[in-house]
Every structure is written in structure tokens, then in C-alpha cells.
């Protein structure tokens, strides 16, 4: 069965510091790589994807890719408040189906 | 641009009574279309899928079913609501390997 796994939280860190968000999977098939971000009670948003090995910024977000080590990272920089919200990690195989993570909440401390 | 719809936002059923959500896509044409259903505090979980009208794949058993009978267009049912089936319900639309994108969701209460 394919998983995807964070740790759930909360991931409390101050406002203006680094937020480091993991995940890993166990489908060595998996092809592409998503990060969502989801406020309570809305769906779920994208903020981030990567399909290669390495990094891939985009304004204060980085996501990190390690196929060897089935390890996918988000980092968030200069941390703020609004950024509080739990972050799915999301997977998709080659059959274009999308395997979630539980979701790490994350909460940005003023 | 693509958008896609989902309602209702918010639904109360009684215990045993039908269910019929609706979600389409605009914008796009022979979209992938998904319906998630997430318990409170809980993950994604892939109830149906499908690549084109009338084909529906079945991720999970349950007495939930689901039919595309237009392109665009992609309907979650149920005869008879149980207590468990409880929880927010999301529509997503894919161009085929392309990104995964979610409707607003509606929030399921059966009581």
C-alpha cells in the first residue's frame, strides 16, 4: 500500500524564523511532488510542486526533493502568522493518482 | 482561466436519507476528476475517480457512489446516508499529468 507520511504537530515556531515542514513515501514509483496548504474548515490550496531532485524556490517557500532518501521537504521562510494552517503533502504515481500525507499543522506564534 | 464549482457548501441529513453533491469544471475539457472525502482532524481520503464520461473507478467500499455524465460534470450520490459518512467532501479536477486542484468542498453532517 502507498504512504505518505508527516509528522502531524503542531509545529509551533516564531514569527520571522524557518518553518520546516517533512514528508516521506514509500512508492519509489512516485513521479511528482505537492505541497498544500489548508485553513480550517477551506479546501485545500496548492503552494508548491516539484518533480526533480533538489530545490525549487518560489518567493518564501523552498521544497526540497530527495528520490534516493523518498524525502520531500517544505521550508518556509520569514515565517508569519497567516501561514498558520496544516500542510498536506501530496504524491502522484504514474496511474495519476494522488496518495495525501495526514498533514503537519503548523502554527506561527507573534 | 479553469475554475470549478462544488455545492452545496454545507448539508445536514438526517440518518438514511439520499445524498447528491455536484461539482463542475469550466474552463477545461476531459479534466481527471476525483471526489476526496477528509474526516474532522483527518487526511484525504480518494472515494472515486475519473478519466472521461462514464468511467468511474472506486477507490474505497462503501455505500457511496458516483457517476460523470457529462464531461465536465461529476456527481457523488448516496441512496441511504449513514452517521459515518459524516465529513467534508472535496471535488478536484487534474489535466492528466498536471497539477491537482480542489473545489470550496462541502461539509456533510448526517445526525
Known amino acids: 500500500q502507498k504512504e505518505v507520511e508527516q509528522n502531524s504537530g503542531p509545529l509551533s515556531v516564531p514569527e520571522g524564523a524557518i518553518a520546516s515542514l517533512n514528508c516521506t513515501y514509500s512508492?519509489?514509483?512516485?513521479?511528482?511532488f505537492f505541497w498544500y496548504r489548508q485553513y480550517s474548515g477551506k479546501s485545500p490550496e496548492l503552494i508548491m510542486f516539484i518533480y526533480s531532485n533538489g530545490d525549487k524556490e518560489d518567493g518564501r517557500f523552498t521544497a526540497q526533493l530527495n528520490k534516493a532518501s523518498q524525502y520531500v521537504s517544505l521550508l518556509i521562510r520569514d515565517s508569519q502568522p497567516s501561514d498558520s494552517a496544516t500542510y498536506l503533502c501530496?504524491?502522484?504515481?504514474?496511474?495519476?493518482?494522488?496518495?495525501f500525507g495526514p498533514g503537519t499543522r503548523l502554527s506561527v506564534l507573534p | 482561466s479553469q475554475t470549478i464549482h462544488q455545492w452545496p457548501a454545507t448539508l445536514v441529513q438526517p440518518v438514511g436519507s439520499p445524498l447528491s453533491l455536484e461539482c463542475t469544471v469550466e474552463?477545461?475539457?476531459?479534466?481527471?476528476l476525483y471526489w476526496y472525502r477528509q474526516a474532522a482532524g483527518r487526511g484525504l481520503q480518494l472515494l472515486f475517480y475519473s478519466v472521461g464520461i462514464g468511467q468511474i473507478s472506486s477507490e474505497v467500499p462503501q455505500n457511496l457512489s458516483a457517476s460523470r455524465p457529462q464531461d465536465r460534470q461529476f456527481i457523488l450520490s448516496s441512496k441511504k446516508l449513514l452517521l459515518s459518512d459524516s465529513g467534508f467532501y472535496l471535488c478536484?479536477?487534474?489535466?492528466?499529468?498536471?497539477?491537482?486542484?480542489f473545489g470550496s468542498g462541502t461539509q456533510l453532517s448526517v445526525l
Open positions: 478536484a479536477w487534474m489535466r492528466p499529468n498536471e497539477k491537482l486542484f
Open positions: 474552463g477545461t475539457s476531459n479534466p481527471n
Open positions: 512508492d519509489r514509483g512516485s513521479q511528482s
Open positions: 501530496a504524491v502522484r504515481d504514474y496511474g495519476q493518482n494522488f496518495v
